[in-house]
């Protein structure tokens, strides 16, 4: 168990619907990654975020929105759903000082957009 | 910009024998470079990684890799592979906003 907690496990939706994933990151990590893995296009990083604030930017389409909140939780919101968003969306988070530089993932939300 | 290659869509290795993965890297600076791993259906697995000093790093599950700055690679190896490593094993590289970019993967198949 990495102890980055991901909610739902898997999501059903329909085109053009839209989704909320929640990702509670690892007691005392400040950094939460996003990540989408589809067959096709392997691991793409979407968005990071730091402490509350947008720290980088990866491919994110401008349907897809992130935010940090107080807590450190994190949730990736996703609309005007498309058939090729369905996909794996993974949560990692980390420490990020000088030696502890390695991310934990969270077991990821399965979306399939029907 | 900082990235990683994974030349081999998968590996197949017999059980008992030593395995490798190979990962190139090309990046500006001092490289932070990590192996994960995942299970069919799980999430990414941290495997090891290399941040400086010692070039050969020993990481969970009895991997190793080796940090070879002269032919920028990174190679995950093991001695005596067994039929449970069989996976997809990604390579990484953090990049100057401290964020993973993943190699494509490579699929591991160890037959008994």
């Known amino acids: 168990d990495s102890g980055v907690t991901q909610t739902p496990k898997h999501l059903i939706t329909a085109t053009g619907q839209r989704v909320t994933l929640r990702c509670s990151p690892r007691?005392?990590?400040?950094?939460v990654y996003w990540y989408q893995q589809s067959l096709d296009q392997g691991l793409q990083f979407l968005i990071q975020?730091?402490?509350?604030?947008?720290?980088a930017k990866g491919n994110i389409l401008e349907r897809f929105s992130a935010q940090q909140f107080p807590d450190l939780h994190s949730e990736l919101n996703l609309s005007s759903l498309e058939l090729g968003d369905s996909a794996l969306y993974f949560c990692?988070?980390?420490?990020?000082?000088?030696?502890?530089?390695?991310?934990?993932f969270g077991q990821g939300t399965r979306l399939t957009v029907v | 910009a900082q990235s990683v290659a994974q030349p081999e869509d998968q590996v197949n290795v017999a059980e008992g024998n030593p395995l490798t993965v190979k990962c190139t890297y090309s990046?500006?600076?001092?490289?932070?470079l990590f192996w994960y791993v995942q299970y069919p259906n799980r999430g990414l697995q941290f495997l090891l990684k290399?941040?400086?000093?010692?070039?050969l790093v020993k990481g969970s599950y009895g991997f190793e890799a080796e940090f070879n700055k002269s032919q920028t690679s990174f190679h995950l190896k093991k001695p005596s592979a067994l039929v449970s490593d069989s996976a997809l094993y990604f390579c990484?590289?953090?990049?100057?906003?401290?964020?993973?970019?993943f190699g494509t993967g490579t699929r591991l198949q160890v037959f008994p």
């Open positions: 990046v500006s600076g001092n490289p932070y």
């Open positions: 007691s005392g990590d400040l950094s």
């Open positions: 990484a590289v953090r990049d100057n906003t401290d964020k993973l970019i």
């Open positions: 290399y941040i400086t000093g010692d070039n």
């Open positions: 975020y730091y402490n509350g604030e947008e720290r």
């Open positions: 990692a988070s980390s420490v990020l000082d000088s030696q502890n530089t390695e991310a934990f």
